[in-house]
């Protein structure tokens, strides 16, 4: 089974999949909810759901911390931006991408070109609440991982800024919520969604 397989939600196309024009690309921090919105998001638009991670997992066979332990992260970037890639050319979708695709300068053009970015913006206390008993970070194991992630959240917020939309995502929004204030703002994005 491959990766998209894995990773594409299951659902009847609704009547928005013939208006979705570019890939949906959800960009931010670890935790900002770029999966769980992601998803929702690709089943209220009855569009696959592709996650670069768990494409890049399915690849190598292992995880995301694994393959930065044995093959460093420019590694890691390097293959996560060819995934980037092929994602976006294979078909119109949700693409989630990793905390940190967005800051290469090419993944940033490429994305832009072929698709929409989307930056879930979620303060660092927001953040921290969803990723700190997660162990699947390896960016956050660290001697002090709430500083490690202030550091960056406040390093990466300039490349993040280049997205195409920016959606606010507070502590206290569901999931569902969310998906309703992505779908507002890509209203403003014609050759993205097709107006009803």
Excluded at 2 to 16: D, F, R
Excluded at 86 to 115: H, P, Q, W, Y
Aim: glycine share 8%; hydrophobic share 45%.
């Amino acid at each position: 089974m491959s990766g998209i397989e894995q990773t594409a939600v299951k659902s009847t196309p609704s009547p928005l999949a013939g208006r979705l024009r570019k890939t949906i690309v959800m960009v931010g921090m670890m935790g900002a909810g770029k999966t769980a919105v992601g998803r929702a998001l690709a089943a209220r638009l009855g569009v696959p759901f592709l996650d670069s991670d768990a494409e890049i997992e399915a690849a190598a066979n292992m995880t995301v911390p694994e393959i930065f332990v044995r093959d460093g992260e420019p590694f890691f970037r390097r293959k996560e931006s060819q995934v980037i890639a092929r994602l976006l050319d294979e078909a119109r979708g949700v693409l989630s991408t990793g905390g940190g695709a967005f800051l290469a300068e090419a993944n940033r053009r490429m994305i832009s070109e072929k698709g929409v970015s989307v930056w879930l913006n979620a303060p660092v206390e927001v953040l921290w609440n969803r990723v700190r008993h997660k162990d699947s970070r390896p960016l956050l194991r660290t001697s002090n991982p709430r500083a490690t992630l202030q550091e960056l959240y406040e390093a990466r917020k300039p490349f993040y800024r280049e997205a195409d939309l920016m959606v606010l995502s507070e502590g206290d929004v569901s999931v569902e919520q969310m998906v309703d204030r992505v779908l507002a703002a890509l209203a403003t994005r014609p050759d993205v969604l097709e107006p009803q």
